[in-house]
């Protein structure tokens, strides 16, 4: 089964409670959202951002730029729809993130429970080097994956695990660490799942 049919699948099978990665409150992304002080022309792409609320709350905080890139189509139809009619000012791409030929620069780049299922290293660069043609100098890049602490599936797929220090130094030719930390998800049904977290700056 290609990634897109196991994301479209795992939507449209589910409902928002049912999956693992459903946040109850205001998206996690926002914290870090937050911390960088950006403008609200600043170019904001959530990788993998699925139906999550993050680039709604940044439209409703008065962001314009905003680009929501996911491999299910299914998905970004469910994020779409939850944004009535401000949608269009949305750009949507419906994309695996490994074949996505970018054509301009984010000055933030989220990724929240995407890289981790990403688990060849050939795969692993290729990310690497997205984030390098999607990105510029001083580009922010906020990636958060299971910790080795956390789970080791997600969604029936096999993840990656990783500490903040090998994610950072997974980018360190084109990128320096501002901040990285540990933070716990609370699934809809109670478990906790520890995820760390990398705050990059382009170099
Ligand atoms: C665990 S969910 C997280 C969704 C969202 N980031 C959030 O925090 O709610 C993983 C998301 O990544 C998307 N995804 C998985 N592999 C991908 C790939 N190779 N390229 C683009 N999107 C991908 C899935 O469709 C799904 O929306």
């Keep these: 089964m290609s990634a897109e049919q196991h994301w479209d699948s795992a939507y449209s ?41 993050f680039a709604k709350l940044l439209q409703i905080r008065g962001y314009k730029n905003l680009a929501v890139l996911d491999v299910s189509q299914v998905a970004l139809r469910e994020a779409k729809e939850s944004f009535g009619n401000r949608a269009a000012e949305v ?12 054509t301009r620069s984010y000055a933030y780049w989220n990724d929240r429970a995407v890289f981790h299922f990403l ?9 690497v080097e997205k984030v390098s043609q999607a990105t510029e100098a001083g580009s922010h890049i906020v990636i958060a994956t299971f910790s080795p602490e ?23 030719d084109t990128c320096s660490l501002l901040r990285s930390g540990k933070r716990d998800h609370i699934t809809p049904w109670g478990s906790t799942q520890s995820f760390s977290w990398v705050h990059l700056i382009r170099n």
């Excluded at 750009?91 to 970018?102: D, G, H, K, Q, Y």
């Excluded at 969604?155 to 220090?165: A, C, M, N």
């Design 150 to 172: 956390g789970p080791e599936s997600c969604s029936g797929l096999p993840v990656q695990r990783w500490t903040q220090e090998a994610l950072a130094s997974l980018f360190s």
């Design 119 to 127: 688990t060849k290293s050939e795969d692993q660069q290729k990310y």
């Design 13 to 53: 099978g589910k409902g928002v409670n049912e999956r693992s990665w459903s946040e109850s409150g205001d998206s996690d992304a926002l914290i870090e959202f937050e911390f960088a002080q950006l403008g609200s022309d600043a170019a904001v792409i959530d990788v993998g951002g699925g139906a999550s609320t």
């Design 91 to 102: 750009e949507w791409i419906v994309s695996n993130i490994l074949n996505w030929e970018p």
